[in-house]
């Protein structure tokens, strides 16, 4: 690190982590220090010298079971921005294949000594159970519909620096909740910082007991949307669809997608986010998508690489702590 850089270690909070499995959990401090550490990420990301050194001589794995590009790469980008040796395995490329089972794989590559191991999986619950197996610090990158949690921090660092703050707005979620991980996180990240959380979508769409989170549940958009801050959009997640949850998705691009006219019964500043990858013409219409005055989408992908930076640190560090040596 140079002299100009930003000493965003020398700053970086006291907070410790053993393991980022979920956003529930953490504390509304917890979380601030998160993005207070983000925010000075974001900084430096945009000067010609993004490198620094904070994490020279670690190493980072980034093992994913389902295929990624946005989140591995900017994994992959945080990881080296830092200053650590960052080795990528997908499924395709590792013993998984050979029948090697997830505890051996972990096993495994913990014998490696790594520093931190991010995992994507499309079990649910398969990144805990990883996580009991290794002496590393684990990031949960995602698993099966559970929880996304740097998904939920960098959608909070990006509403923060345009809002100004996240308690007293009103959110909409809009989609897919069903099979969505990242509306998991968001509710509860939402809820923790004091915003009004509402969920949008047709019945079929809605996971039984959402109502215990304390959301908002709506089935009609106009009424959902009415006089929100912020309107996140989910993608629909055919993949995961077991039977037929829409009868169509003409019909569901006119009932539940986003476009100019469902939008305009929020408020005239209101905001569009989405996680990616979009389908255009499903869950949101592409004038929608490409409003530079509306549209945050782009912004989320770089906020992305600054959070994960911050839990990337974090994590490292906290390494050293009593906790991870008597493991």
Same mark, same amino acid.
């Given at each position: 690190?140079?002299?100009?850089?930003?000493?965003?270690?020398?700053?970086?909070?006291?907070?410790?982590?053993?393991?980022?499995?979920?956003?529930?959990?953490?504390? %509304?401090?917890?979380?601030?220090?998160?993005?207070? +550490?983000?925010?000075?990420?974001?900084? +430096?990301?945009?000067?010609?010298?993004?490198?620094?050194?904070? +994490?020279?001589?670690?190493?980072?794995?980034?093992?994913?079971?389902?295929?990624?590009?946005?989140?591995?790469?900017?994994? *992959?980008?945080? /990881?080296?921005?830092?200053?650590?040796?960052?080795?990528? &395995?997908?499924?395709?490329?590792?013993?998984?294949?050979? /029948?090697?089972?997830?505890?051996?794989?972990?096993? #495994?590559?913990?014998?490696?000594?790594?520093?931190?191991?991010?995992?994507?999986?499309?079990?649910?619950?398969?990144?805990?159970?990883?996580?009991?197996?290794?002496?590393?610090?684990?990031?949960?990158?995602?698993? /099966?519909?559970?929880?996304?949690?740097?998904?939920?921090?960098?959608?909070?660092?990006?509403?923060?620096? %345009?809002?100004?703050?996240? #308690?007293? +707005?009103?959110?909409?979620?809009?989609?897919?909740?069903?099979?969505?991980?990242?509306?998991?996180?968001?509710?509860?990240?939402?809820?923790?910082?004091?915003?009004?959380?509402?969920? !949008?979508?047709?019945? #079929?769409?809605?996971?039984?007991?959402?109502?215990?989170?304390?959301?908002?549940?709506?089935?009609?958009?106009?009424?959902?949307?009415?006089?929100?801050?912020? !309107? &996140? &959009?989910?993608?629909? =997640?055919?993949?995961?669809?077991?039977?037929?949850?829409?009868?169509?998705?003409? *019909?569901?691009?006119?009932?539940?997608?986003?476009?100019?006219?469902?939008?305009? !019964?929020?408020?005239?500043?209101?905001? !569009?986010?989405?996680?990616?990858?979009?389908? %255009?013409?499903?869950?949101?219409?592409?004038?929608?998508?490409?409003?530079?005055?509306?549209?945050?989408?782009?912004?989320?992908?770089?906020?992305?690489?600054?959070?994960?930076?911050?839990?990337?640190?974090?994590?490292? =560090?906290? =390494?050293? *702590?009593?906790?991870?040596?008597?493991?």
């Amino acid at each position: 690190m140079t002299s100009s850089q930003p000493s965003a270690t020398s700053d970086a909070p006291a907070l410790r982590l053993q393991h980022l499995l979920g956003i529930e959990g953490l504390s %509304r401090p917890d979380i601030e220090a998160l993005l207070d +550490l983000s925010d000075r990420y974001v900084d +430096l990301n945009r000067r010609a010298d993004k490198k620094m050194s904070s +994490l020279r001589g670690r190493t980072i794995i980034n093992l994913f079971f389902e295929d990624s590009t946005r989140t591995r790469t900017s994994f *992959e980008l945080a /990881g080296k921005r830092l200053g650590a040796d960052v080795l990528n &395995m997908s499924v395709g490329t590792s013993s998984v294949k050979k /029948g090697e089972t997830l505890i051996d794989t972990a096993v #495994t590559l913990n014998a490696m000594h790594p520093d931190v191991l991010t995992i994507r999986h499309a079990d649910s619950g398969a990144v805990h159970l990883l996580a009991q197996k290794v002496n590393c610090g684990v990031i949960n990158a995602g698993d /099966g519909s559970h929880e996304h949690p740097t998904q939920a921090l960098l959608d909070a660092l990006t509403i923060r620096r %345009r809002k100004g703050e996240i #308690t007293g +707005l009103t959110v909409a979620i809009c989609g897919d909740v069903a099979h969505s991980r990242v509306a998991r996180s968001n509710i509860h990240l939402l809820s923790i910082m004091g915003a009004r959380v509402r969920i !949008v979508a047709p019945p #079929t769409l809605i996971p039984a007991g959402l109502e215990r989170f304390g959301v908002e549940i709506y089935h009609d958009m106009r009424t959902g949307l009415a006089d929100c801050d912020i !309107v &996140m &959009m989910l993608r629909l =997640q055919n993949e995961r669809m077991q039977a037929s949850y829409i009868p169509s998705i003409r *019909e569901y691009y006119k009932l539940f997608g986003l476009d100019h006219d469902k939008l305009s !019964v929020a408020r005239p500043d209101a905001l !569009v986010m989405h996680p990616g990858p979009m389908n %255009r013409g499903v869950e949101i219409d592409s004038d929608v998508a490409d409003d530079i005055e509306r549209s945050l989408i782009r912004e989320q992908v770089e906020m992305g690489v600054a959070v994960r930076m911050a839990c990337l640190e974090v994590l490292a =560090q906290s =390494q050293l *702590e009593p906790w991870a040596k008597n493991q």
